[in-house]
């Protein structure tokens, strides 16, 4: 059974830094897209960053390149988030979601309707 578990949230305040931890366990990274998202209330789930290891890919929503990096630990099947210089508007629940690639291309996606398995998510808060 996949399972996906983040940690690492909390409140810190405007430029700040955070790092987001997500520990799967029923599947390895070989051949899975792992992503962050964040749901801000009132707001659609938006893909934050995204990255399938095994072939060296990653990407990033513009409004947090430069600033947020993703990347995995494949010995212990986790994957991070690090964000820095965190601002207001950052504030979010933040999920851990996978998806297995079968065929095509390795890039992974952005959306969250690419991904099968989630994790129940972890709140960031960022004050002024």
């Known amino acids: 059974e996949v399972q996906l578990v983040e940690s690492g949230g909390g409140s810190v305040q405007d430029g700040g830094s955070l790092t987001l931890s997500c520990v799967a366990s029923?599947?390895?990274?070989?051949?899975?897209?792992i992503g962050w998202f964040r749901q801000a209330p009132g707001k659609d789930r938006e893909g934050v960053a995204s990255?399938?290891?095994?072939?060296?890919?990653?990407r990033y929503r513009d409004s947090v390149k430069g600033r947020f990096t993703i990347s995995t630990d494949h010995a212990k099947n986790i994957a991070f988030l690090q964000m820095n210089s965190l601002k207001p508007e950052d504030t979010a629940i933040y999920y851990c979601a996978a998806y297995q690639f079968y065929s095509g291309s390795y890039i992974p996606g952005l959306d969250s309707w690419e991904y099968d398995y989630w994790g129940p998510g972890t709140q960031v808060t960022v004050s002024s």
């Open positions: 029923g599947f390895t990274f070989d051949n899975y897209a």
């Open positions: 990255i399938s290891s095994a072939f060296g890919y990653t």
